[in-house]
């Protein structure tokens, strides 16, 4: 078996490597505070289309492009909405993703053929580096498999996308560990696309409420947004409360996601505890890693016991609802 090179961030010349395969069109994973995204020359549309290859991500889901800072991200869309301006000088770098029109650089496999771009600027050293020494916007998925869980560390990613990449950088587990929040600023109000790693009840101190995409048929300006995403390969449920209240078949080999402790945590083969104090950012840094854990134990099926809807709540809640959508 054929196995990613991976690379330890930190070590001499690493990064420069990095760049200069990016450079040359090549694909590489690195890490960002939400999750690893696997990256490409942003204005290279052969490398852009390796990226949809090597995912198995259909065509018309447009991907992030990653700036190292404010000015770069203007050169690639629209930003002097004064809701992006607000957003911008207050959350980046950091994990929120501004939807704008786009400007001619960008390719349009980029962005699906719309004619909106999704920017942001990763607060981790490690992409900021990368992007800075690559001399280019890097269009960046999170690097999984299409639909499958999101990776949180590098040997996620050399596990699962091991032959399709030219390099894996490790910038050890990341620390937010769920994607960007993603806010559209192309109508006339802010628009909410997917909740995240930086809270909505945040965003909405500063701009007031916002708009909440709501998906139809007619209107696909979320194409990401797959009702089945973030997926086990093990079928997930999300109780409608405590896993206690569970009724288990005989033999029945389950595991749990929970938030809070079970009265009876021996009739589960595997528990997974979000976070043993209660808190959302410990918790969403453990989703997905609990996740693979669980899903690697050949279990019947998991259940996930339903987090409180405020913070980062709201986006584990929308990660926990979309992995439990059945195929
Ligand atoms: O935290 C993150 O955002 C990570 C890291 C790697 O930066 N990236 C990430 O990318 O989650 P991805 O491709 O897994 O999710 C990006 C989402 C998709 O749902 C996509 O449809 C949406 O962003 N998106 C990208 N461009 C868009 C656009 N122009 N309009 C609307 N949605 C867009
Ligand atoms: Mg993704």
Not at 196 to 214: A, M, V
Not at 283 to 291: D, I, P, Y
Request: hydrophobic share 45%; with cysteine; net charge negative.
């Amino acid at each position: 078996m054929v196995s990613a090179r991976i690379l330890e961030a930190s070590d001499n010349g690493a990064v420069a490597e990095a760049a200069e395969i990016i450079r040359r069109g090549g694909l590489v994973a690195f890490p960002t505070e939400t999750v690893y995204g696997l990256g490409a020359d942003a204005r290279n549309p052969l490398a852009v289309a390796r990226i949809f290859e090597a995912k198995q991500r259909p065509r018309i889901d447009p991907i992030i492009v990653h700036v190292a800072d404010s000015e770069e991200a203007n050169a690639y869309g629209e930003l002097s909405q004064e809701a992006a301006r607000i957003l911008m000088e207050r959350f980046w770098p950091g994990p929120l993703t501004l939807v704008v029109p786009k400007r001619d650089i960008v390719p349009p496999i980029v962005t699906a053929g719309l004619e909106t771009v999704a920017l942001r600027v990763p607060a981790h050293p490690v992409a900021r580096a990368l992007i800075r020494r690559s001399g280019t916007a890097i269009a960046a998925p999170s690097a999984n498999l299409f639909s499958y869980v999101s990776p949180t560390e590098a040997r996620h990613v050399a596990q699962e996308l091991f032959d399709k990449l030219d390099l894996v950088l490790d910038g050890g587990r990341s620390q937010v560990g769920i994607e960007s929040t993603i806010i559209a600023l192309t109508g006339s109000r802010p628009c909410l696309l997917r909740a995240g790693g930086t809270p909505i009840e945040e965003l909405e101190s500063l701009l007031g409420k916002l708009d909440r995409f709501t998906e139809s048929p007619d209107r696909p300006l979320a194409p990401g947004q797959l009702k089945r995403h973030y997926a086990t390969r093990t079928p997930l449920e999300l109780a409608a409360g405590s896993p206690d209240d569970l009724l288990l078949q005989p033999g029945e080999k389950v595991g749990a996601l929970i938030w809070n402790p079970l009265d009876h945590p021996e009739r589960f083969a595997a528990i997974e505890i979000l976070s043993q104090s209660g808190d959302f950012r410990e918790a969403a840094a453990n989703l997905f890693g609990a996740l693979r854990r669980l899903d690697r134990l050949g279990l019947d099926r998991i259940v996930a016991e339903p987090v409180p809807e405020v913070g980062l709540g709201t986006a584990i809640m929308d990660r926990l609802r979309r992995c439990s959508t059945p195929a």
